[in-house]
């Protein structure tokens, strides 16, 4: 092996790594965007759409579902969950006869959407 020979070589071994890094780096910000993607998706599935409240010294609950202009479905604007007119009525039933089901979801929404950073 001549003087040139390992120059290739060295430049061949230091190209190689960081091709390496790069491609690692990038692999890890796509999982942890992926992850963080999943991550809010599950939101929905642990967001209440809704809070309890008090009238009249009985309790109720209060739908955070909108129709926004023009369409016929409802978003909930705290976890961006689409659903038709059914499901509302359906979520609002639930949580009318559970209310405790909604402390709970409310307390756990919380705790995992200030870790995402999303509140
Ligand atoms: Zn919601």
Redesign the pocket.
């Known amino acids: 092996m001549n003087f040139y020979q390992i120059i290739i070589l060295i430049i061949v071994g230091v190209v190689s790594i960081i091709a390496v890094r790069i491609s690692f780096k990038f692999d890890l910000n796509k999982y942890l965007e992926n992850r963080r993607k999943i991550k809010i998706e599950q939101l929905?599935n642990i967001?209440?759409?809704g809070r309890i409240i008090k009238i009249n010294n009985k309790f109720a609950f209060e739908s955070?579902f909108v129709s926004p202009m023009g369409t016929m479905n409802y978003v909930?604007p705290?976890?961006k969950?689409v659903v038709g007119k059914e499901d509302v009525d359906r979520i609002n039933e639930i949580y009318l006869t559970n209310p405790t089901l909604v402390f709970k979801k409310q307390k756990e929404f919380i705790k995992r959407a200030k870790k995402l950073k999303i509140i």
């Open positions: 929905k967001c209440p759409h955070f909930c705290r976890c969950c």
